[in-house]
């Protein structure tokens, strides 16, 4: 069966620190992968997905950055962090085509002082 | 551009007792996929149910179920029998090539 794993848990980093969150997915092969943010009791804010390699689409211009070195590992970065990148940061794995339902990771929690 | 609204932030129901939660959509196309997922308090989000669009017949998985009215644009979800465990924010999402969520409704579950 597949999972998804995302770490760290939690996360607590100064302002203008770098970040590095780091997302797999087992069990399956060339899933598409996506990076949500979620502010406390809100929705979800999609940020990146990527249907492949190195391919990687921004849905939101902002301080953070995708990437997706390897089939099954997705990782969101930031080369300085701000105040307003704290947040639950969730990421996503679904099979190719939209007829397939997005599987979620446990999340990352971070907050940024 | 497709949107999703959940016009229900906060929702409360008895336990044992049956609560819909609606969902209403917009949006151009003729074939989609809709879903519910559930995030309980540990944030994990959690996938309760999908409906294709192209299919009449609504949904059930044990004690949820779909009202899908394609025409209306509505995708409601009933839960039955309602359990202190269903206690969640629940979010409806569309999708066709990406997927848009909801804004969300948190469901309490009363003792």
């Known amino acids: 069966s597949q999972t998804i794993h995302q770490w760290p848990a939690t996360l607590v980093q100064p302002v203008g620190s770098p970040l590095s969150l780091e997302c797999t997915v087992e069990g399956t092969s060339n899933p598409n992968l996506y990076w949500y943010r979620q502010a406390a009791g809100r929705g979800l804010q999609l940020l990146f997905y990527s249907v492949g390699i190195g391919q990687i689409s921004s849905e939101v211009p902002q301080n953070l950055s995708a990437s997706r070195p390897q089939d099954r590992q997705f990782i969101l970065s930031s080369k300085k962090l701000l105040l307003s990148d704290s947040g639950f940061y969730l990421c996503a794995w679904s099979g190719q085509g939209f007829a397939y339902e997005q599987y979620f990771g446990p999340g990352t929690r971070l907050t940024v002082t | 551009a497709q949107t999703v609204t959940q016009s229900q932030p906060e929702m409360s129901v008895q336990e044992a007792e049956t609560v819909t939660l609606s969902c209403t959509y917009d949006?151009?196309?003729?074939?989609?996929?809709l879903f519910w997922y559930k995030q309980p308090p540990s944030r994990q989000m959690i996938l309760v149910i999908r409906q294709e669009a192209y299919k009449q017949q609504n949904a059930t998985e044990n004690r949820f179920s779909v009202n899908f009215q394609k025409a209306a644009k509505s995708f409601s979800l009933k839960i039955s029998d309602s359990q202190l465990g269903d206690a969640a924010m629940y979010f409806c999402a569309y999708r066709d090539d990406k997927i848009i969520f909801g804004k969300g409704t948190r469901l309490h579950i009363l003792p």
């Open positions: 949006t151009s196309e003729s074939d989609y996929y």
